[in-house]
């Protein structure tokens, strides 16, 4: 690739239109070819060799920087010795040894992990779970699902209905059996560093669901924790502890959807150590290899695990009919497995504790320039929501995350926000040269 891309150069593969581009608006691309050839550090290099800081890790994903030596010589290692082994009624030493340390480091109840290939992939699994859960427990009514407008559970279909961004949705009509808690983004929030206060009230629309479809009829909640996709929505402080409170109260399952806020984005391991709040099942990806090889991961507690697990059970008999060909797949685990040794040797908690002030402070410096309507942050994950320009909110953040890219900083644009959740190994220099070119693209913004 790196050969022929020399060969051809930048705009003569951009306008190519035999690779199908995800979440890409064409045109744009094509008249203003945004190609990466490399990247070191936190820094990715584009075609006309230039340093561009990685806003975003990748796509939440790369958070302990890129081209890491230790998890480059872990997959080389094991493609080596074993490149793929059956992920069904066979076993290999690496993904029970994963699987292992993911429950250390995970909340105490949450003791089992399913392995998947994407955080897409996570949701459609918790959320079979959970109702294959109910009909085990002879509850088999119990179907529904309930997401949050605003909520992104990617792009398969379960996660498709969950999610609550419209752009996402209205193309493909109703997939599943699926209803929305309200989002919490409050306008009296604007501008908090931040968790915003209170919001029980938010999590008590749970209620009037449960009139409407009634308990007998929901089999699980759905929540990122943090609403990510959309923006960097921080849950208010007492959001989180009522959901998990209703939820008990009605017998319905909590999913957390942590495939962003897992491990250490938003400070703490995982969304439910920042925020105190232990869910029923835990949906993981992206960080869980810093990004290197597609993986995803549902951990579950007791209770659910027992329901399809169980030493009654005849020895030729599957308790719980899924998975991924790919499930658990060595060369995944091996980058996993030298992830999670970085996660814990680099001490990443910390880094993300002690790099977030700085963040918080680069990003609400920028209060008071041009049509910045709200600015939020969590750990290290922020936002900037812009104003519409002539009634379309998504022009702005467009040609803002385009000239940032000129300027030598890669950001995430969608709907009206910017977004940001840089390595979690950058410098205060790093995030100082952010602010400033930041700072000059909004300065000359129309
Ligand atoms: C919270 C959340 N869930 C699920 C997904 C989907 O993950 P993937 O793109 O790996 O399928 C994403 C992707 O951004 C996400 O942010």
């Keep these: 690739m790196a050969e022929l891309f020399h060969e051809t150069g930048a705009s003569g593969w951009a306008n190519s239109s035999a690779y199908w581009m995800p979440y890409t608006a064409r045109n744009g691309f094509n008249r203003d070819p945004r190609m990466i050839k490399g990247a070191r550090g936190c820094y990715f290099i584009s075609d006309d060799d230039r340093q561009i800081f990685d806003g975003l890790s990748g796509l939440w994903c790369c958070g302990f920087g890129h081209n890491r030596a230790e998890i480059a010589e872990a997959v080389n290692r094991q493609l080596q010795v074993l490149d793929y082994s059956p992920a069904f009624q066979y076993g290999h030493p690496s993904v029970f040894k994963l699987a292992d340390r993911l429950t250390q480091i995970a909340p105490a109840s949450l003791n089992h992990v399913f392995f998947t290939n994407s955080g897409s992939e996570s949701a459609d699994t918790s959320l079979k779970l ?18 949050r407008i605003k909520g992104y559970h990617g792009v398969n279909f379960a996660g498709t209905s969950l999610g609550g961004i419209g752009a996402n949705r209205r193309l493909f009509g109703h997939l599943a059996d699926a209803d929305h808690l309200p989002h919490t983004l409050r306008v009296e929030d604007a501008f908090t560093r931040g968790q915003p206060q209170g919001g029980e009230e938010l999590a008590d629309h749970l209620e009037q669901l449960v009139m409407l479809h009634d308990a007998s009829n929901i089999a699980a909640v759905i929540v990122e924790p943090m609403s990510g996709s959309a923006g960097v929505i921080v849950p208010p402080s007492a959001y989180l502890a009522r959901l998990r409170a209703l939820c008990d109260k009605h017998d319905i399952l909590l999913i957390f959807d942590e495939v962003i806020t897992g491990f250490a984005r938003t400070g703490g391991a995982f969304g439910a150590d920042t925020f105190g709040v232990i869910p029923d099942m835990m949906n993981l990806a ?21 329901a399809f697990v169980d030493e009654q059970q005849p020895d030729h008999m599957i308790g719980m009919p899924h998975g ?8 995944a685990c091996a980058a996993a497995l030298a992830a999670l040794d970085i996660f814990e040797q680099d001490d990443m908690v910390g880094r993300a504790q002690r790099m977030a002030p700085l963040l918080e402070e680069t990003l609400h410096q920028l209060k008071g320039l041009p049509y910045i309507t709200d600015i939020r942050n969590v750990g290290m994950a922020g936002a900037l929501q812009i104003a519409p320009r002539d009634a379309d909110p998504l022009v702005r953040p467009y040609e803002l995350g385009v000239r940032c890219f000129a ?25 100082e040269r952010m602010g400033d070119v930041l700072k000059k693209v909004f300065r000359t913004l129309k």
């Excluded at 993986?295 to 659910?304: F, H, P, S």
Aim: net charge positive; hydrophobic share 30%.
């Design 130 to 147: 959970a109702r294959a859960y109910w009909r085990m427990r002879g509850q088999p009514s119990k179907t529904r699902y309930i997401g």
């Design 286 to 306: 992206k960080a869980l290899t810093n990004g290197v090889i597609p993986m995803g991961a549902v951990l579950t507690n007791d209770e659910i695990y027992d």
């Design 324 to 331: 991924y060909t790919y499930s658990g797949h060595p060369v």
């Design 407 to 431: 300027e030598g900083l890669y950001v995430r644009w969608g709907g009206d926000t910017l977004q940001f959740a840089p390595p979690l190994t950058c410098t205060s220099n790093d995030l």
